[in-house]
Each structure stands twice: as structure tokens, then as C-alpha cells.
């Protein structure tokens, strides 16, 4: 075989592969090409096989599944100037490639950025207890922001979740010596609330007992049976006059 026809047909093989690589592209059905025409954009293609005109036309690989996109850890100074450390995840998808290829330079880089800044932003206008309770109305705070502002870059956030909330040790102790606090004036509360219900019921049995004498001579014999069973040797019981007359059937 002519060794020239030989190397003839291996280049034309090779470019002939080439202009294949350049022409036809495979997307998948999660994945769509946003295709440029000499620079300018042309459409939005995919998912299956696309055919482009070889260095005439350009194709960029958009990703539409969630992304989870962890937010680095985070100084923050919350509104009663408590310095935590505190990071969170950001769910996130593509739904219009266009604008997340042309709107933005590397939207996933972008999505990052404004993830951190926002989550301190928000974090700081509020205080360590409202940081520490109440992180389901911080997470939809932080991802209504997002979503506001990631919408003009094609970008849907879905959800934010904050991970972890960090102290000082030595925030850490005072925030236990509160708590201990807050239990002990619970129970004080408690106690003193007990006592006022109690005072309040014997004052309520003391007026039903002054209504009737015989309710006081049960009571009055009541306690004596109650001393009794104490086994003690000797037992001082006063009795009030009036009941030793009604006993002995009003004879003095």
C-alpha cells in the first residue's frame, strides 16, 4: 500500500473524529446546553444528542439537579454582641440555564459568596437566644433572602438549614449558670404559688368549720385519734369549754 495514500487516510480519520467530538454532543436528561453562534447566544438544547456547527458554535453544560452547597463556617456578632461561629447547607437548583451562564460568572461560586454574607447579615440583627431557638424562622428568613436575589441569576433556592451554632466555653458556662437559675426561680414560683393555695384552702375550711360547732368537735376528736396513734406516753389535748359542754349535753 502506498505508505503516503496510508498517512492520508489516518489524518482523515483523525480529523474526521475531531470534527465528531465538535459536532455531536450527548446530554443527559438532567443536563441542558445553553449553545452560542459566534459568541452570541442561540438557544437552550437537550436533553438527548444535539448536533453543532464545528468552531462556529459553542455549548455550555448546565447541571439542573440540587445542589448541596455547604457555607463555610462563619464569625458572626449576634444583636447583644456575642461572638458565635456558625456555618449551615443551602439547597439549590438551576431553572434558567440562560440567565446562570449569561447573568453571572460561575453562579455556584456566586451562590456561595452571597450564601456567607447573607447568613451573617441575618444572624446579626438578632440575639444569641433568638440564634439558638429559634432557627426554623432563620432558615426561612436566610432563603427568602437568597431566593430574592439568586432569582435574576436563574437560580431557585430551595432550603437553608443551619448546622451548627458554636460558643465560647465560656459563653457555655454562663448560659448553663442562667439556666440553673431560671430552674431555681421556677421552683421557687412553684413553692410560693403551693403555699399560697394551701393558705387559701385552710382558710376556706377554717369558715366552714366555724359554721357548724359539731364540724369542729369531729375535727377536734379527728387530731386526737391522730395523736393517739403516735404511741406517745403522754398526750396534752386542750378542749375548748364550749365543747365539753356540748359533749356532756350542756351541763356545766
Known sequence: MNPFFLQFATFGVVLLAVLLYFTIKILREYERGVVFTLGRFDKVKGPGMIILIPFVQQMVRVDLRTVVMDVPTQDVISHD??????????????????????????????????????????????????????????????????????????????????????????????????????????????HAEGEQQAAQKLVEAAQKLSESTNAIQLRYLQTLGEIAGEKNSTIVFPVPIDTLKTLFGGKS
Open 81 to 190: 454582641n456575642v461572638s458565635v461561629r456558625v456555618n449551615a447547607v443551602v439547597y439549590y437548583r438551576v431553572i434558567d440555564p440562560e440567565k446562570a451562564i449569561i447573568a453571572v460568572e460561575h453562579f455556584m461560586e456566586a451562590t456561595s459568596q452571597l450564601a456567607q454574607t447573607t447568613l451573617r447579615s441575618v444572624l446579626g440583627k438578632h440575639e444569641l437566644d433568638e440564634i439558638l431557638a429559634e432557627r426554623d424562622k432563620l432558615n426561612e428568613d436566610i432563603q427568602k433572602i437568597l431566593d430574592r436575589q439568586t432569582d435574576g441569576w436563574g437560580i431557585k433556592v430551595s432550603n437553608v438549614e443551619i448546622k451548627h451554632v458554636d460558643l465560647d466555653e465560656s459563653m457555655i458556662r454562663a448560659i448553663a449558670k442562667q439556666a440553673e437559675a431560671e430552674r431555681q426561680r421556677r421552683a421557687k414560683v412553684i
